[in-house]
T-cell receptor
């Protein structure tokens, strides 16, 4: 089946630095990828839709200058948390698919900003 | 707007018994997909079962089955012969083809040995 690789699985960074999270579709091409954020014991909240070759579409309330998304190829989307602060600490998950309900999730990235 | 409601924040079931998790949704779309995802402590989202709205027959995957009532916009998950490995957070999700998932708030299921 379709496999989505997300890296890193865990990252700790200092406040004020930037962190990049990668989401790769390993055995298929994905023109669209999604980035979610999940708080402890909460549901997944869609942050943005990543479109290959064009600008990402951000959900209301998500700062596009803080959460930079780049989808430069059909197999890779990256989320960069810029000037991270402790309140950005969270679990971030990407998903990718081939349409018609065939979406797969990455294994997630636990970001801790200290 | 699409919404997904899971009214049971927590549930428990005895090992080998059957449990049903509830999910209702609201949409004006006629063609869509419904999913149940499992999120164990590892936090990996695992697809449990999927249902196309245009199909009347309820989806089944081994011990997992759904009761899809399109008119009532209800999509419950039945887990038969519950196993300890079924302990996880379960999310009901809705999707219009090619777009993002809309997730419910989740049901934490504990299987008791």
């Amino acid at each position: 089946g379709a496999v989505v690789s997300q890296h890193p699985s865990r990252v700790i960074c200092k406040s004020g630095t930037s962190v990049k999270i990668e989401c790769r579709s390993l055995d298929f091409q994905a023109t669209t990828m999604f980035w979610y954020r999940q708080f402890p014991k909460k549901s997944l909240m869609l942050m943005a839709t990543s479109n290959e070759g064009s600008k990402a579409t951000y959900e209301q309330g998500v700062e596009k200058d803080k959460f930079l998304i780049n989808h430069a190829s059909l197999t890779l989307s990256t989320l960069t948390v810029t000037s991270a602060h402790p309140e950005d600490s969270s679990f971030y998950i990407c998903s990718a698919g081939q349409g018609a309900g065939g979406y797969t999730f990455g294994s997630g990235t636990r970001l801790t900003v200290v | 707007a699409q919404t997904v409601t899971q009214s049971q924040p927590e549930m428990s079931v005895q090992e080998a018994e059957t449990v049903t998790l509830s999910c209702t949704y609201d949409t004006s779309e006629s063609n869509y997909y419904l999913f149940w995802y499992k999120q164990p402590p590892s936090r990996q989202m695992i697809l449990v079962i999927r249902q196309e709205a245009y199909k009347q027959q309820n989806a089944t995957e081994n011990r997992f089955s759904v009761n899809f009532q399109k008119a009532a916009k209800s999509f419950s998950l039945k887990i038969s012969d519950s196993q300890l490995g079924d302990t996880a957070m379960y999310f009901c999700a809705f999707m219009i083809s090619g777009n993002q998932f809309y997730f419910g708030t989740g049901t934490s299921l504990t299987v008791i040995p």
